[in-house]
């Protein structure tokens, strides 16, 4: 009897310990989550300004300017939308996966692309007028870019805590039973 006892003590320590584990990493998956939402946003409001930038710049090129000039500037902008293309797709793909390893390094990828790209354009794209890409869109950039950091700082916190969980024992044993799997930072 008392045995009968033991055995269904321990079974039920271990099915209520079990429900824990799951919970705890339900829950720190769902934060990633939640904090890739955030970063999500932040960088659709990035792709955004630079989408504004790219249509006001294709309007402003003519046929007044030199052809050398216009030709140069226009590679740089061609591979600027061509990165922001290949951000806003690499976007839409990690936000139906924010913690699938795969996306994520993708858009990762898109998002030095993009940086690179930018950077060019804002370095090298200079004309007898001055700056082709006014003031206020260099400072929203570098307000957006500074937000999207704190975004992506949050996101790996959130991230690797969640990896944390997965990796512990015992609770390795529930992630592995229920598929969870471990995500990968930005």
Do not use: K
């Not at 030709?71 to 591979?79: K, L, M, N, Y």
């Amino acid at each position: 009897m008392s045995g009968s006892i033991v055995f269904w003590s321990t079974l039920a320590l271990l099915v209520f310990w079990a429900v824990g584990a799951h919970n705890r990493l339900v829950r720190l998956r769902g934060s990633a989550m939640q904090a890739f939402a955030r970063l999500h946003l932040e960088f659709a409001q990035q792709a955004e300004l630079l989408e504004r930038c790219l249509d006001s710049v294709a309007q402003s090129f003519s046929a007044s300017r030199p052809a050398e000039v216009h030709d140069g500037a226009s590679a740089r902008w061609a591979t600027l939308s061509g990165a922001t293309a290949q951000f806003r797709a690499s976007l839409a793909a990690t936000r139906t996966r924010p913690l699938d390893g795969g996306a994520v390094a993708a858009l990762a990828a898109a998002l030095t692309v993009l940086t690179t790209a930018w950077t060019r354009v804002c370095d090298e794209c200079h004309d007898l007028a001055g700056e082709p890409i006014p003031a206020s869109v260099l400072d929203r950039w570098t307000l957006l870019t500074h937000q999207a950091a704190t975004a992506c700082v949050d996101f790996n916190t959130a991230v690797n805590a969640y990896n944390a969980a997965v990796q512990e024992f015992p609770a390795v044993l529930v992630a592995w039973l229920f598929g969870f799997q471990r995500a990968r930072p930005l």
